[in-house]
């Protein structure tokens, strides 16, 4: 039994297949491929694998352990990307790298036909390039339910690129694939003690039981999307942090983690999870909707758009808006970024191991992210909404067209009103917990408006403030920080067998990608080598 068919679960299940087992997926989508087919598809599968052989890369599994577990390593914030990881879990993913690349080319993905390199991805080890993009070929992009212009069906990474032929392999060999079936629970001989026997499942508001006679393989995605869940990791990651990137495609809602922890399991690395680097939460690129991720745009003619309801509208330069929290305050420069990763990377030289790293690193906190997620006071956790606001000229210099279907204004992600002071009234929606004072908006205005003409913003730094928000109409449109990578998980071992809290196996459980934990690694190249490494562990041991 494979739970979820995202970039863990369909190698899984594929594996699986192959080494004799009659394999089922339940998928609680009507479509298969998680964030995975919403992904930029950048695979950092390095290990010396036969694409970087065929461009005269030697690589090898020693190489990427020594660069994945390099204790020198720190972004420009002072976190350490990889010294908080399982260093069992990072060697089985540095052993089978190539092999999962080689299984992926196998099995119908193709890799865009260049040298692979070490752009998009993160977590790629520096010694040598290992990253690879998926073509998105002809299948419809779920973002636009249309293929991608032909002549750059080749030239152009997709996640799509990676999940439909896989999708197609698994179907062929005879996986079923059971959509819109939720795993509500799994089974196990006794509470806490016994084999995995199987999985509970809902569909169309039936229950039922599935019986699993070799494993079940937990490949449900993570938990960045179940804000209890969340919550435990940092607990400003209250309900408005509602733009989980990836939705609405599919959800991180903890499913899988909870189901285990039910039957005894334990979580692992956790500290990743709260670590200031990458995207676990991020800063918004596009602003006036709920999806807001930097990546992904829905578009009208994607399944799910009726659910995304706004493309948004990207903001290209942050000197085009001011942000705000709930009470019509700045909080921080604007242009500031959101933490960042393989940013060690610009220290020249970079000297894998050396001391010199973390000490010759710029400190630069951007603290963008801290700042806005901070709160007003009023004793409750959580930023609450922050707000881009912005005027007229804005709008041309940005080129954006301030209207359905490119902000959501139904749902209340964008207002638009002819004074400053109306569109402070204005903001009224289910995360806005406390009103914003109008008069504080004025004044925000208004002192911004001042700092553009002296030159200098003397509240927060940013260089040069450029444009004055002076011609009507105004407008506000969500800004709220992004939640995003799942980092921290269940236990796993070597096989991606699940570990209870005594440390003993859950014999018959296995999980890998996002919902397992004690690797940091973001993305499709951690997730579908532990699929590749669960499946074949569950059937052959
Ligand atoms: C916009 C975006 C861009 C990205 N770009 C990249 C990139 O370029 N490179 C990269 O390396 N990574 C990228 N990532 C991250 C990458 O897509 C994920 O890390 C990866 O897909 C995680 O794989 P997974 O199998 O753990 O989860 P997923 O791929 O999300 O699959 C989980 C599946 O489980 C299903 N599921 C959940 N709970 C249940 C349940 N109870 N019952 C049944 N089914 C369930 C879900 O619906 C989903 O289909 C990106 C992510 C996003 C959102």
């Known amino acids: 039994m494979v739970v979820g068919s995202g970039a863990t679960g369909l190698p899984a299940a594929i594996v699986a297949r192959e080494a004799g087992a009659s394999v089922i997926v339940v998928e609680v989508e009507p479509d298969i491929g998680g964030h995975a087919i919403t992904s930029g598809g950048n695979v950092p599968l390095g290990g010396g694998n036969s694409a970087q052989r065929a461009h005269g890369i030697e690589d090898s599994a020693d190489l990427m352990f020594r660069d994945l577990t390099d204790w020198s390593v720190v972004e420009p914030n002072g976190f350490p990307d990889y010294r908080y990881n399982d260093h069992e879990i990072v060697r089985a993913f540095c052993d089978h790298a190539a092999a999962t690349h080689d299984f992926l080319v196998e099995h119908g993905v193709v890799f865009i036909d260049q040298a692979p390199d070490a752009h998009g991805g993160n977590a790629v080890g520096n010694s040598v390039p290992r990253e ?69 499942v809902e569909t169309n508001g039936t229950r039922f039981d599935v019986r699993a006679r070799n494993a079940v393989i937990v490949a449900t995605g993570g938990s960045t999307g179940n804000v209890n869940f969340r919550r435990m990791f940092d607990p400003r990651l209250t309900e408005e942090y509602c733009g989980l990137a990836g939705m609405p495609w599919s959800d991180q809602d903890a499913s899988g983690e909870i189901a285990a922890m039910e039957v005894g399991a334990a979580l692992w690395g956790l500290y990743n999870q709260a670590g200031e680097f990458g995207y676990s939460v991020t800063k918004p690129a596009a602003i006036g909707c709920q999806y807001n991720y930097q990546n992904l745009r829905w578009r009208p003619g994607s399944a799910v758009f009726d659910k995304a309801r706004a493309i948004g509208l990207l903001v290209n330069d942050w000197q085009d808006v001011i942000t705000v929290n709930m009470l019509g305050r700045r909080f921080y420069d604007e242009t500031g970024r959101a933490f960042t990763t393989n940013n060690y990377n610009s220290i020249n030289p970079y000297v894998q191991g050396s001391y010199l790293n973390a000490k010759n690193i710029v400190w630069n906190p951007n603290n963008w992210l801290n700042a806005a997620m901070a709160g007003i006071g009023d004793g409750k956790n959580g930023g609450g909404p922050i707000w881009a606001i912005f005027d007229a000229d804005a709008c041309v210099r940005e080129q954006w067209v301030p209207e359905p279907p490119h902000v959501d204004r139904a749902a209340g992600f964008f207002f638009r009103a002819d004074s400053i002071v109306e569109l402070a009234r204005k903001i009224v929606m289910q995360y806005q917990r406390a009103k914003m004072p109008p008069e504080n908006l004025e004044q925000t205005v208004a002192r911004y408006n001042s700092f553009v003409e002296s030159g200098v913003d003397a509240d927060f730094g940013k260089p040069t403030p450029l444009y004055k928000i002076a011609t009507p109409p105004f407008y506000a449109a969500w800004a709220t ?31 890998g990608g996002e919902s397992a934990g004690g690797f940091s690694q973001h993305g499709l190249a951690r997730a579908t080598c532990q699929g590749f490494i669960a499946g074949r562990h569950a059937v052959s041991g």
């Open 132 to 200: 690879m993009h998926c073509a998105a070929m002809g299948w419809p992009m779920v973002q636009t339910g249309k293929p991608v212009d032909p002549a750059v069906r080749a030239t152009t990474s997709t996640g799509n690129g990676m999940m439909r032929p896989l999708e197609i392999a698994a179907r062929k060999l005879g996986v079923e694939i059971m959509l819109r079936h939720r795993m509500v629970a799994l089974h196990r001989e006794a509470t806490r003690s016994g084999r995995v026997l199987g999985i509970a």
């Open 481 to 511: 920080p992004v939640v995003h990578d799942t980092r921290a998980g269940l236990r796993i071992n070597a096989h991606c067998q699940v570990i209870d809290m005594r440390g003993e196996i859950i014999p018959g459980l296995y999980c």
